[in-house]
C-alpha cells in the first residue's frame, strides 16, 4: 500500500471512531507502527488530525464519542485483559455498580462467575451480559435509553440512584488526564457516571493506554476521587503514557497494569529496555459521599477477596 493510500485509510478510521491508536491503526494498515507513526505525524503537519499519547484523534484538543459498533473494536485485546483484572477486586456477596461502555461490558461477563453480587447499571449491555447468571442480582435505572451506547440516561436514570450505597463503581470513559480525571463526550452520560459515583465508597476507572492523555468535553470523575486505575501496558514508545500514569499515581491513584499477552493477572511485565521504577502509592481509602441519602442503602458482605497483584508501574 502505498503511503498516500495509507494516510486516506489512517484519516477515514480517526474520523469514524474520534480516536484510535497506533497499534490498531497498525493492525488495520498491515504495517508497523513505526510507519504508522510517520504517516500519523505527516497528517497532523497538515491539520487533519492531533498526535494523543499512542494514538491520533480528532483535531481541536477534544475528542467526540465513538458510536458501540466502532468502539466495540478498538483495543479489544487490552479491553479483555483489563476485565480479567478487574474481576479480581470483586468480592462475593457484594453490591457495586457497573457503568456504561465496552470496557465494562467485558467485565460485566466475568462478573458472572461471582457468587451473591448484586450489580446495578444503566447499561443494557451490562445486564445482558448478566441475564442468565443465576446468583447474580441485577438492579436497572430507570431514565431515557440512548441508543449509542445501550445506556440508560436523563433525570429517571439519575433519581433511581438517589439513596443508593454499593461498596465501589466500576466506570469507563472517553478520556482520562490527571488534571481533569475521566471524561466523556456526553454530557448526559456524564451525569448519570457522576450520580453513580455518588453511590459508591471506591471508584475504579478502567482505561485502555489510549485513553491516557485524551480530555473529552464533560468531567465525570475528578482525579482525587479516583480509587484505582485498571489499565494496560502502554507500547514501549509511548513515554507519555507513563508520564501521565506517574502523574495519576503523585496524586494518590492506584495503578492495576494488565498485560495483553498472558499477563492479565496484573504482575510486572517485563522490561523492555532501560526504565526507572516507579513506587505506587499505598492503599487510598474510598471517597466519602457527600449528601449521599442511605435509606435504601444496599449492604455489601464485609471483607474483599485477596486482591490481584498491582504491577509497578515503570517509567521508560
Do not use: C, W
Request: charged share 25%.
Amino acid at each position: 500500500m502505498f503511503a498516500a493510500e495509507r494516510r486516506q485509510l489512517i484519516l477515514e478510521m480517526v474520523r469514524a471512531n474520534g480516536a484510535v491508536s497506533l497499534r490498531e491503526l497498525a493492525r488495520v494498515v498491515q504495517t508497523s507502527e513505526v510507519t504508522v507513526r510517520r504517516d500519523v505525524r505527516a497528517l497532523e503537519a497538515e491539520g487533519l488530525l492531533d498526535r494523543r499519547h499512542g494514538g491520533a484523534v480528532l483535531p481541536g484538543g477534544f475528542t467526540r464519542e465513538s458510536g458501540f459498533p466502532q468502539k466495540s473494536h478498538l483495543a479489544t485485546a487490552e479491553k479483555t485483559a483489563i476485565a480479567d483484572l478487574a474481576a479480581n477486586f470483586v468480592e462475593e456477596g457484594e453490591a457495586i455498580v457497573v457503568g456504561a461502555g465496552t470496557t465494562t461490558q467485558e467485565l460485566a461477563r466475568r462478573l458472572a462467575r461471582i457468587p451473591g453480587l448484586t450489580v446495578v447499571t444503566n447499561s443494557l449491555l451490562v445486564a445482558q451480559a448478566l441475564a442468565h447468571a443465576n446468583r447474580v442480582e441485577v438492579v436497572m435505572t430507570g431514565g431515557t435509553l440512548r441508543g449509542s451506547n445501550y445506556a440508560l440516561v436523563g433525570s429517571g436514570a439519575e433519581q433511581s440512584l438517589q439513596g443508593l450505597r454499593v461498596s465501589r463503581a466500576f466506570l469507563s470513559g472517553s478520556g482520562l488526564t490527571a488534571e481533569r480525571g475521566l471524561s466523556t463526550s456526553n454530557m448526559l452520560s456524564a451525569s448519570v457516571d457522576r450520580a453513580l459515583v455518588q453511590a459508591a465508597a471506591e471508584v475504579v476507572v478502567l482505561a485502555d493506554h489510549t485513553k491516557l492523555g485524551t480530555d473529552t468535553m464533560f468531567q465525570t470523575v475528578p482525579t482525587d476521587v479516583i480509587t484505582r486505575l485498571v489499565t494496560d501496558e502502554p507500547p514501549v514508545h509511548d513515554d507519555r503514557a507513563a508520564t501521565e500514569l506517574q502523574a495519576l499515581a503523585d496524586q494518590g491513584v492506584q495503578i492495576a497494569v494488565a498485560g495483553t499477552s498472558g499477563n492479565a493477572a496484573g504482575e510486572p511485565v517485563p522490561p523492555r529496555g532501560p526504565r526507572r521504577d516507579v513506587a505506587l502509592p499505598g492503599p487510598r481509602r474510598g471517597q466519602p459521599a457527600s449528601g449521599l441519602r442511605t435509606a435504601a442503602m444496599l449492604d455489601p458482605s464485609g471483607g474483599e477477596r485477596e486482591r490481584a497483584r498491582v504491577a509497578d508501574l515503570r517509567r521508560r
